[in-house]
């Protein structure tokens, strides 16, 4: 059956939990804005970003244990405002286990059913259904203290999917878990999901995680959705300079378009891009953008006009590639990973292909705002302000037409 649905969804696919404006405050400290989403059912989706930024809320919420302050929390059409959590058809796993040290991998499991008095024979064929879905088929005697961390997480899921729930929330649940292991469960987890055919709500500040497993991924900060896609869409197509720094590694740069798929740095060297000017934009004039360029999409070369030409400060080993850090002649940081090294203090030049560079709309999450990047041209010092029109347009006075007065006349960017 399909839900009502209160969100557009142009898939066509239903909704099993839909967040409309929902908001919540802690102390008078908002950690929720008016957030808005909607979870596929089957979807494997990931609430992504730094600590504070509200997706533990979030899941708290969905699971019960938080009330919103206001807004709509919807699961398969109806609401949950009024549902303790222990009636929903949710169940959640923490990144602490909270495992019984005094019962047995299988009485751990069978904890919940025992509570809701199954019988006998169904708790003993559905816990060993969960155990071996995780792994664990031949553990059910072994006590906690005799599991490795990766075999406690995995019984954790099996106390949490033997219920057989609608969705699963997983709060950071790879936490405790070294490299080696948190990139297996990474694999296990999404396979699980496939075979369950259960919904998974994971959060998680690991970039890494986040695109390796999820369907969607939503990147929040300060309470406010950034972007809401697929790990591509997110990671090749970041809407503001926060997603593209906090997604993988970025250099963000300032930037300015003339015209559709040609683009400026702010050294003066042009590059072909394949975005189009924004609609607000203006052609023929300097509109101001970030740039983002992915360290491993540069080409390392001779040096050579029209490209970014500069000397290799630092030069380091990741296994696959080299990572180095080349100043530009223009006093900028570039970094660039390649699998051929170039000396330290050497001499080179750095190209992109078109495809390769991101234009994003200028916002309070650019680097001139000092939070990461390198300033935009207007926010370097006060004796450069009087270069800049507004918060979209640089001016070039030179070609600007001059009114009656023989001055320039000023022309205004639309702002964001």
């Not at 142009?10 to 839909?18: K, L, M, P, Q, V």
């Not at 990931?46 to 206001?70: M, N, Q, V």
């Not at 709060?171 to 259960?198: F, H, N, T, V």
């Not at 406010?224 to 926060?242: F, M, R």
């Amino acid at each position: 059956m399909a839900y009502n649905q209160i969100l557009e969804d142009d898939t066509g696919s239903e909704h099993i939990i839909e967040i409309k404006d929902l908001c919540k405050s802690f102390d008078g400290t908002k950690v929720l804005k008016n957030i808005t989403f909607y979870i596929r059912n089957n979807e494997f989706i990931t609430l992504l970003g730094p600590s504070g930024c509200g997706k533990s809320t979030t899941l708290r919420i969905i699971a019960g244990f938080e009330t919103a302050d206001s807004g709509i929390v919807n699961f398969e059409g109806k609401d949950l405002k009024s549902v303790p959590a222990n009636k929903r058809n949710i169940n959640t796993v923490f990144q602490r286990y909270a495992l019984f040290p005094h019962l047995n991998v299988f009485d751990n499991v069978a904890f919940g059913l025992k509570i809701k008095k199954v019988n006998k024979a169904e708790i003993k064929q559905r816990v060993n259904k969960a155990l071996a879905t995780v792994g664990l088929a031949d553990y059910g005697e072994r006590y906690i203290d005799q599991l490795s961390g990766g075999q406690m997480q995995r019984v954790a899921i099996a106390r949490a999917i033997v219920n057989r729930p609608r969705i699963l929330l997983l709060d950071e649940p790879l936490g405790a878990l070294d490299l080696k292991m948190r990139k297996e469960m990474q694999i296990e987890l999404k396979e699980m999901q496939r075979e369950l055919g259960i919904t998974f709500v994971y959060v998680t500040h690991d970039q890494e995680e986040a695109l390796t497993m999820s369907d969607t991924i939503i990147v929040m900060k300060d309470g406010v959705i950034q972007q809401i896609g697929t790990p591509i869409d997110v990671y090749n197509e970041p809407k503001n300079a926060y997603v593209a720094d906090f997604i993988g590694e970025s250099n963000i740069v300032a930037g300015t378009m003339k015209k559709d798929k040609e683009v400026v740095l702010s050294s003066g060297i042009t590059f072909e891009c394949v975005d189009p000017m924004f609609p607000e934009f203006t052609e023929g004039i300097a509109n101001l953008v970030d740039v983002v360029i992915r360290p491993e999409d540069f080409y390392v070369a001779e040096e050579k006009e029209g490209r970014i030409n500069g000397t290799v400060e630092s030069l380091v080993f990741k296994g696959v590639h080299y990572e180095m850090i080349v100043k530009s002649d223009d006093g900028i940081e570039w970094l660039v990973q390649n699998v051929d090294p170039s000396a330290v203090g050497s001499r080179v030049g750095l190209y992109v292909d078109p495809d390769d560079i991101q234009i994003m709309r200028r916002s309070e999450l650019s680097p001139d705002f000092g939070s990461f990047g390198i300033k935009h041209p207007e926010a370097r010092d006060n004796e450069n302000r009087e270069d800049v029109v507004s918060d979209n347009v640089v001016e070039e006075a030179d070609n600007k037409p001059e009114d009656k007065d023989g001055e320039p006349e000023v022309e205004t960017g639309v702002n964001d």
